[in-house]
């Protein structure tokens, strides 16, 4: 089982990126699936699920710029990120119950 995640780098502030976590050796319908961040020097913090129902939850500081979503078909769920703030600097990992964390992809919000 392995997720792999991409589509971080350098945004400036106000910016977007769309990330992607790629499953393989698991089906990500059945299960909830989240994306957490890790800031340097921080603990690793919950941003976003979305619920095998398709229910979507959001980090309180992420709501209304931030969009989980998941394709079924290609095995893979996204973050879409919208008005980047320097404070989203972070790696970020997607994460299902009992599975492994991948490698994560950087995200870097700065001008």
């Known amino acids: 089982v392995q997720f792999v995640e991409s589509g971080g780098g350098l945004v400036q502030p106000g910016g977007s990126l769309r990330l992607s976590c790629a499953a393989s050796?698991?089906?990500?319908?059945?299960?909830?699936m989240s994306w957490y961040r890790q800031a340097p020097q921080k603990a690793r913090e919950w941003v976003a699920l979305?619920?095998?129902?398709?229910?979507?939850h959001y980090l309180d500081s992420a709501k209304g710029r931030f969009t989980i979503s998941r394709d079924n078909a290609k095995n893979t769920v996204y973050l879409q990120m919208n008005s980047l703030k320097p404070e989203d600097t972070a790696v970020y990992y997607c994460?299902?119950?009992?599975?492994?964390w991948g490698q994560g992809t950087q995200v870097t919000v700065s001008s």
């Open positions: 994460k299902a119950p009992g599975v492994t």
């Open positions: 050796g698991f089906t990500i319908s059945g299960d909830g």
């Open positions: 979305i619920e095998s129902n398709g229910d979507t």
